[in-house]
């Protein structure tokens, strides 16, 4: 049975996306927002999920009737004449998109523990570094320092516009 590894790789990404806004779904709604507010978000995550399950199983129904058909797959983008430049480009999309994937996750994951302010920080500062050393092949002490005063004063934006000038609330966490 040939399944589509990258494919299914992309929906358990998907499905772990689902998983990380489904347990910040679940916390106790009177502790910062009002009951109907909540339900929405919790609508879509339960449809994303569904959506994600059908096409997991889509996948795996379409890989079983191949194997039975006995035809031999053939994926695009996988033939044995890829040049090293291509090879490499191939493995560096492979790698940003799990970078996204992964400061994505943990964004999801963490806002509600350590606060929706720290949780921008860490992950816009680890996300940039990965792009940064994606560019440029290398990431040393001044780029770091310039990727650090990036991340800090997008935070102190982001902190001006929605906790001062709009007086949101917004998860604190347990550190900021």
């Known amino acids: 049975m040939a399944i589509n590894k990258p494919y299914m790789a992309f929906l358990g990404v998907l499905l772990a996306i689902d998983i990380a806004f489904l ?12 009951m109907d507010a909540i339900h929405y978000g919790r609508i879509v995550v339960g449809i994303m999920t569904v959506v994600v399950l059908l096409l997991v199983a889509q996948e795996l129904l379409r890989a079983r009737k191949a194997a039975l058909a006995g035809l031999k797959e053939t994926m695009p983008g996988h033939a044995a004449e890829l040049d090293e430049e291509q ?23 963490l806002f509600n523990i350590i606060g929706y302010y720290t949780t921008g920080f860490i992950v816009l500062i680890g996300y940039m570094s990965v792009l940064f050393y994606a ?33 949101l609330w917004l998860p604190r966490g347990i550190l900021f």
């Open 23 to 34: 347990s910040q779904l679940l916390v106790d709604e009177a502790d910062f927002q009002p």
């Open 87 to 109: 090879k490499r480009t191939k493995k560096l999309n492979n790698l940003l998109l799990l970078a996204t994937f992964c400061a994505f996750f943990f964004y999801c994951m």
């Open 135 to 167: 560019q440029n092949g290398r990431l040393k002490g001044p780029d770091i320092l310039k990727i650090v005063v990036i991340a800090v004063g997008t935070t102190a934006v982001l902190y001006l516009i929605f906790s001062v000038f709009f007086t």
